[in-house]
């Protein structure tokens, strides 16, 4: 009798580079072959050197993809729900955010796996990593080599979560609108910081971006900057209600205002939220009343208003299924 789970079961990429942290990194792959995923491995930078063949054979049931060799498992059409790459080299890593690379390997890498994580020396990390490619997700690696056991259970247990978020939200899509006001164009930063953010910390809640407005379940209007009235002056206005009649019924519409508007005296309902950015939090406003989601060490307020809207999204989905 075939196995009903097996099909199911999530595929890991991991790429080995040099390093004691690549050497330990096997016990990342058993715990994932223990949660019952299908692990394979890729050897990058040399990583034959520090890592065994027969190590990876009974890790993984098959023979490490590498520069010289290309098990069976290269030429599958399945893709990996995600890939790993432990302290690849300075250039790897510059190969692997430019996404332009003709090494064989590393390009089955991003071409197999929507999503990347790089565990990384701290000195390697960019200082913004918010502005890079959202499918790049950055960890540093500890100093000292006895705490690479403790690291790698927690990022076993975040992937394993980033996996459930993936497959629970992954019929889920947002549309993030930014839309600055014609004539202060030449002026205003078309990209700023927080809004790249933002948009990283969605796509890592598991949404994607929808093609269309009409077709998102989260509608996000994100510009909170002034406004020109009549006379061409600046002014902060109060935004106005639902402008966009072509959205879902079920659609969840966000309402960014400016910091300078009394967020208490605005209208909201149950499908039109309103956030508001202040020092180092957001300020949300619902009908049940206004809460502080504040930026903390190691999540910031992005991440945790996107969880948010995350089960939100749930809530409203399972009520609509008891109501049919």
Same mark, same amino acid.
């Given at each position: ?11 890991? =990429? ?10 330990? !990194? ?18 990058? +930078? ?24 290309? $098990?069976?498992?290269? #030429?599958?059409?399945?893709? #990996? +729900? ?39 020396? /701290? ?24 705490? =690479?056991?403790? #690291? ?14 993936? &497959? ?24 700023? !910081? ?31 900057? /002034?406004?020109? +009235? ?11 209600? /639902?402008?966009? $009649? ?15 508007? $009394? ?13 508001? &950015? ?12 206004? &809460?502080?989601?504040? +930026? =903390? ?17 749930? &809530? ?9």
């Amino acid at each position: 009798m075939k196995s009903r789970t097996r099909k199911n079961r999530s595929r890991i =990429l991991i790429a080995l580079g040099k390093g004691i942290a690549s050497s330990l !990194a096997s016990e990342l792959a058993m715990l994932f072959c223990h949660s019952g995923c299908e692990v394979k491995i890729a050897l990058i +930078d040399n990583g034959h050197e520090w890592v065994s063949e027969s190590v990876v054979r009974q890790i993984s049931n098959s023979a490490a993809l590498t520069a010289t060799h290309r $098990p069976g498992w290269f #030429f599958a059409p399945l893709a #990996f +729900d995600l890939a790993i790459a432990v302290a690849p080299a300075s250039l790897t890593q510059q190969l692997l955010q430019a996404r332009l690379t003709s090494d064989p390997v590393l390009e089955f890498i991003l071409q197999k796996s929507p999503t990347l994580w790089l565990l990384q020396e /701290p000195a390697h990390i960019p200082e913004e990593t918010d502005d890079c490619d959202p499918r790049l997700i950055f960890r540093p690696l500890p100093a000292q080599p006895q705490q =690479l056991s403790t #690291f790698f259970q927690k990022i076993f247990a975040e992937c394993t979560a980033w996996l459930a978020n993936r &497959r629970k939200n992954a019929k889920k899509s947002f549309w993030l609108n930014y839309q600055i006001p014609e004539q202060l164009k030449i002026i205003a930063n078309l990209r700023p !910081a927080w809004l790249a953010r933002f948009d990283h910390a969605l796509r890592a809640s598991g949404l994607s971006q929808s093609a269309s407005l009409s077709d998102a379940d989260l509608v996000i209007d994100a510009y909170d900057g /002034p406004q020109l +009235d009549a006379n061409n002056r600046l002014v902060f206005a109060e935004p106005e209600p /639902p402008a966009h $009649p072509q959205l879902k019924a079920d659609a969840l519409h966000i309402v960014f205002v400016a910091p300078e508007l $009394p967020l208490e005296s605005l209208a909201t309902d149950e499908k039109r939220l309103l956030a508001q &950015r202040q020092n180092n939090s957001l300020h949300v406003a619902d009908r049940h009343g206004t &809460r502080v989601i504040p +930026d =903390l060490t190691g999540q910031c307020c992005f991440a945790r208003f996107s969880s948010q809207l995350v089960s939100h999204l749930n &809530r409203t989905l399972s009520e609509r299924e008891q109501q049919a």
